[in-house]
């Protein structure tokens, strides 16, 4: 039997979060953004030395930082560089159930010139999350025409 180079629930790329206190992490992430835990591994230390969450049909894997091994978290270094973009049904609840949970508005949700209603946020461990609805497909020319009248 042959094994998959990807295996089944995974894609290309898959986003891994290093987090100062991967436990609380787990807790938020499911409460704020409706993720599922599929993979939790803790370590010699009761620590979460490896999981992984699912939202809709996306998995991301986090753990918690180990500056010694070169993991560190956004706490640890004044920020993040990067967002995880998140599409849903409705762009409006899951920024409020996230920012009732505890995360920050960064962006407040707006209708964007590329069609997204768009908005981000940022968590309680630092990461950047941003969130949004498709609400009509357009042609090159469109999306050309819109960025012009937007800028």
Known sequence: MAVKAIPDGYTSITPYLIVQGAGEALAFYAKALGAKTVVNMPG????????????????????????????????????????????TEDVDQLVRQATDAGAKVVMPIQDMFWVDRFGSITDPFGHNWSIATHKEDLSPEEMASRMKAAV
Do not use: C, T, W
């Not at 010694?68 to 270094?77: M, N, T, Y």
């Open 44 to 87: 010699p230390d009761g620590s979460v030395m490896h999981a992984e969450m699912q939202i809709g049909n996306a998995r991301f894997m986090l753990g918690e930082e180990n500056v010694q091994r070169g993991d560190k978290s956004p706490k640890a270094l004044g920020g993040s560089a990067s967002s995880i973009m998140i599409y």
